[in-house]
């Protein structure tokens, strides 16, 4: 069986970033890159639209076009990608061994770049507007036009939530934070700060009920979970804030995780098994950015050709 210097598991800006820097190392990097909604990968951002705070692009880009370029990029010097899943691996010998459902492949050294994915409702309410004015990122979307000088509203009750309220006061002309409790998770600091800002109201105990508009969202209707009352507010925005999942569960008893399941590394993308590295939302629950990813991408691929130098 052919041994890979590298290989690469999941793709997004962390897996094509590492990956044109391995190739350009002479690394000669395969990338499993995953499935996606079309038969390809390319992480969350092929279901995203305007990208505008990625830098190079100063008219902004669609997520699905600036993956393709990345991709086009880490394949021009050599990168092989194939759209597989990863499922199974074993990282308790050398070479590390990896499973599609079709092969097995063996690498001296891996870089993980599985990713995260947000949280959602799951309801047909989210589902009708989502990226047509529903989001699961503030910061990604919320300077987009059709947020500014409108009224915004997010979903949650923890740190997050109130992060991005606060946030969206910069853009919105109101923000309202709906959670289902009135108790909230949020520290104590956090929740204050929100209380304080003249922009934020609240709607508690409250869940999303429906959503309405032409093409791009106009208002929602949110019950009260107590009385069953309903009523619509205007909302040309919703920010879903209930989380995230990290997309790690393949590497359970194969590497260190978290108490969330995010992988653990030494921050410089080093895992408890040395020659496996980890870049991108798989590990970073606090900035979730593309050029965040790609820069870990980057780090990655120099620590892994400078793993594999070492063993020479």
């Known amino acids: 069986m052919d041994i890979r210097d590298v290989i690469i598991i999941g793709s997004g800006p962390s897996g094509y970033t590492a990956a044109t820097y391995a190739s350009r190392a002479n690394l000669k990097p395969l990338v499993l890159g995953g499935f996606m909604e079309g038969g390809q990968s390319g992480g969350q951002l092929m279901t995203t639209t305007e990208v505008e705070n990625f830098p190079g692009f100063p008219e902004g880009i669609q997520g699905p076009e600036l993956m393709q370029k990345l991709r086009q990029q880490a394949e021009r010097f050599g990168t092989d990608v194939l759209d597989k899943d990863v499922i199974k691996v074993d990282f308790s010998s050398r070479p590390f061994r990896l ?15 599985t990713g995260s994915a947000a949280k959602r409702l799951k309801t047909e309410a989210e589902e009708r507007f989502w990226n047509k004015g529903i989001s699961a990122c503030a910061t990604c979307d919320g300077a987009l036009p059709i947020f500014r000088t409108k009224p915004i509203a997010v979903i949650g009750g923890g740190d997050t939530a109130m992060e991005e309220a606060l946030y969206l006061t910069r853009f919105g002309s109101q923000v309202t934070i709906i959670h289902r409790r009135n108790e909230f998770r949020a520290s104590s600091i956090m929740l204050e700060r929100a209380k304080r800002h003249p922009k934020i109201q609240w709607k508690t105990p409250c869940a999303l009920e429906n959503t309405f508009g032409n093409t791009l969202l106009e208002r929602i209707e949110i019950k009260n979970v107590s009385t069953e009352r309903t009523e619509q507010i205007p909302a040309n925005g919703l920010f879903l804030a209930i989380g995230h999942d990290p997309n790690t569960s393949l590497f359970r008893d194969q590497i260190d995780l978290d108490q969330a399941g995010y992988i653990a590394t030494d921050g410089h993308t ?19 950015q593309a050029i965040t990813a790609a820069g870990q991408g980057c780090m990655a691929a120099i620590q892994a050709g400078r793993y594999l130098e070492s063993l020479e």
Not at 99 to 113: F, G, H, L, Q
Not at 275 to 288: E, K, L, P, S
């Open 99 to 113: 499973w599609t459902d079709e092969e097995e492949y063996s690498a001296r050294a891996v870089i993980i770049s």
């Open 270 to 288: 080093r895992t408890s098994v040395p020659g496996v590295f980890a870049a991108g939302d798989c590990v970073d629950h606090i900035y979730r």
